[in-house]
């Protein structure tokens, strides 16, 4: 594929998800929530559109060999970050993802002729182990891994003279503070932790409130989620919530509601993976360790009264620094260096896929180039590009 190639394909994808849009939004409904898929059409359209001015910074090539683990989400907006804008650089990119999200990618393909723009791009299901020795190993000079840290570092171990890229997960607190705006809190808040279904790397984990709005704060978002539709993709198409992507996660949330059971302010249920929203109130001082991650519409308030409160946990919990929101009328949490900080509004209000993502934590994003290990906010191209580079001065 020459450069020339390369920059048709996407305008060509481009111009196929347009003629497509309402087939590709419904097949995507049978995976994710109608207002998801929608959101995921146009994030994708954005991003390829903005592709050409993101690599006009990079030297293209075709030289190199990509192995990639694919998220469970999203799944045309997750090719385009994973495997299109790669593709720049590779004559092939291997996408290893599960079995579920293999036959959304197959009919995504085959409905904007994805095979004939991207031919270097394979899929396989094939399992963990296959893939680090067949792909990772022996082939890839580029290893892009979504999924946890403990995961990735034992895939790092056999590749880490690789240029090897984890996008991880992060806690990506909420922070509700005495002077914030209500009504724009608890409507972002609600929106945040309920998109894909409250199944989302970027989902909120905790919600700091304070102890001055806190019953304000509840009593407000308490009907909002007693009103969320859930069910099974495509019965509905004001769906927000359907059932969980993981195996077996129905059980980990489980037991975490049954731990937290006497803090319960809203019980949910769980039926069929179908994970109703719960609302988990407690004081601050309450709660110590680590904070779970939900991949499910789990909303976890904890009531503090001082800024050093929240920063002490955070500090707990470092590695997992990613994002960190906060509503209020001033600047906040200028000490608090490990996390990309943002003011009245959300991660999916400022997220573009062709600029950096992450926060600082080691377990939510780094770049392992020749065994040095950087955590830093994450742009795909540029971390590509100055690998390659710096390959070629050493």
Known sequence: ?????????????????????????????????????????????????????????????????????????????????????????????????????????????????????????????????????????????????????????????????????????????????????????????????????????????????????????????????????????GSDENLEVGPLLKDGYSEIVKEFLKRNRDKIVLEGSIEDDIVRPSIICKNIDEHSGEFDEFFAPIFYILIYETEDQILDLLNQNINNSMYLTYFSNTSRFDSFVAATKIKNSIIDDVEQGNKQYGGYGKKANFISCNGVIESRPILLSREIDNYLKSKDFS
């Open 1 to 233: 594929m020459t450069k020339s190639e390369y920059d048709n394909a996407v305008l060509k994808l481009i111009e196929n998800i347009k003629e497509n849009k309402d087939k590709v939004i419904k097949f995507l409904s049978l995976y994710e929530p109608k207002i998801t898929a929608i959101d995921e059409v146009e994030r994708s359209v954005s991003t390829l559109r903005g592709l050409p001015e993101e690599l006009s910074r990079c030297r293209f090539t075709q030289e190199n060999v990509a192995a990639v683990f694919f998220p469970l989400n999203l799944p045309l907006y997750s090719l385009i970050l994973f495997a299109i804008a790669p593709a720049f650089f590779c004559e092939k990119v291997y996408v290893r993802c599960n079995k579920k999200m293999l036959d959304i990618l197959d009919g995504v393909s085959y409905i904007l002729d994805m095979d004939m723009l991207f031919p270097q791009i394979k899929l396989t299901n094939c399992n963990r182990s296959s893939f680090v020795y067949r792909y990772v190993k022996k082939m890839a000079d580029i290893v892009l891994f979504t999924g946890k840290y403990e995961n990735a570092m034992q895939v790092l171990r056999v590749c880490s003279d690789k240029l090897f890229i984890l996008n991880g997960s992060g806690i990506n607190p909420v922070v509700v503070c005495n002077d914030a705006d209500i009504n724009q809190a608890v409507d972002k808040s609600y929106k945040m932790r309920l998109y894909n279904g409250g199944q989302d790397c970027a989902g909120p984990d905790v919600f700091f409130i304070h102890k001055d709005i806190f019953e304000e704060f509840v009593n407000k978002i308490i009907p909002k989620v007693k009103k969320t539709i859930c069910g099974t993709y």
